[in-house]
């Protein structure tokens, strides 16, 4: 067998797709190590002041949208390089899939609309991987942000997947600062000055706590009396921790109020039912 003709086509096509190949990998990977610092500094220059986490956060957002697209781009013009190269006419089959295009996106603005809704997110840094969020009725740790879906992933552990069209409203749970936001019943017969100087001493005794004090940036504290429930008297508690520590913190503070109110004899209300035999009580006139 002449292997003639198959070495000279080697020589002539197959040593440029090799060469194409390599180049496209080198594209790659300094596209994936170069596009994360440059966005890191970019970053850090439009958001000076703001805590780390923060920059972080929209530094691996941006940078894994940026890889992602460029990826992209490079297979499809390489994929294009080598088959013009085999000596397959490519511009036939471009005007073609210009046609293609056309009738596709009649078919896909689902998709057209994902894609922009993302790309609004992402310029105006809505939310992030690592934020917590609630978007299209769920609530969840960001996973994955890309032009077209968000990945959230619940307390169950269930990952959902949602097209960023369905994105209508954003709610961040942790945008630069989470607050503590919880209430505590009393019993009606306390002394509420007392209640709240014990709630406000154990805010200030876990801020000056050297565990909980990085988290926290403004100490829990009673804001008013909030409710008159059936059983208690509901006290509204508020504080300021970084992003992500606000549950944290208020599951300590729980534990330390429960702690704090058996030692000085508050009493924490539970429902409860009056049962009367015979003929009912006489109301007062």
């Known amino acids: ?23 496209s ?29 923060a920059i972080k956060k ?12 460029g990826m992209v781009v490079i297979i499809v013009v390489a994929a294009f390089t080598i088959v013009s190269e085999i000596g397959v006419n490519v511009a036939p089959a471009l005007a073609g899939l210009g046609v293609v295009g056309i009738a596709v996106g ?7 609309k994902d ?15 690592g934020d917590v969020v609630k ?23 269930i990952v959902h997947s949602i097209p960023n069209g369905q994105v209508a409203v954003a709610s961040n749970y942790t945008k630069e600062w989470s607050r503590v936001n919880m209430n505590v019943s009393v019993a009606y017969g306390e002394d509420l000055s007392h209640v709240i100087e014990v709630i406000n001493k154990v805010g200030k005794e876990i801020t000056a706590d050297p565990r909980w004090q990085p988290l926290i940036l403004k100490a829990p504290q009673v804001l008013r009396v909030d409710a008159f429930e059936d059983s208690g008297i509901a006290i509204k508690i508020v504080g300021e921790t970084k992003p992500l520590s606000q549950w944290d913190v208020m599951g ?34």
């Open 1 to 23: 067998m002449d292997w003639t003709p198959v070495v000279n086509w080697f020589w002539e096509h197959g040593v440029r797709i090799l060469l194409i190949i390599a180049l």
């Open 25 to 53: 990998v080198l594209l790659y990977v300094l596209l994936r190590h170069s596009v994360p610092m440059m966005v890191k500094r970019t970053v850090a220059g439009t958001m000076k002041g703001k805590p780390r986490t």
């Open 106 to 112: 009649f078919g896909a603005q689902s998709l057209i």
């Open 115 to 129: 894609i922009f809704n993302g790309t609004l997110i992402l310029l105006e840094n809505q939310y992030g991987v």
């Open 252 to 285: 300590e503070l729980r534990l330390r109020l429960k702690k704090a109110f058996d030692s000085e004899g508050i009493e924490i209300p539970w429902p409860h039912t009056k049962v009367f035999f015979g003929n009912s009580p006489q109301l007062k006139e």
């Open 58 to 69: 929209r530094a691996d957002t941006l940078s894994r949208v940026f890889v992602g697209t």
């Open 135 to 157: 978007i299209a009725g769920v609530a969840g740790l960001v996973e994955d942000l890309t032009m077209r879906r968000t990945v959230l992933r619940d307390l169950d552990g």
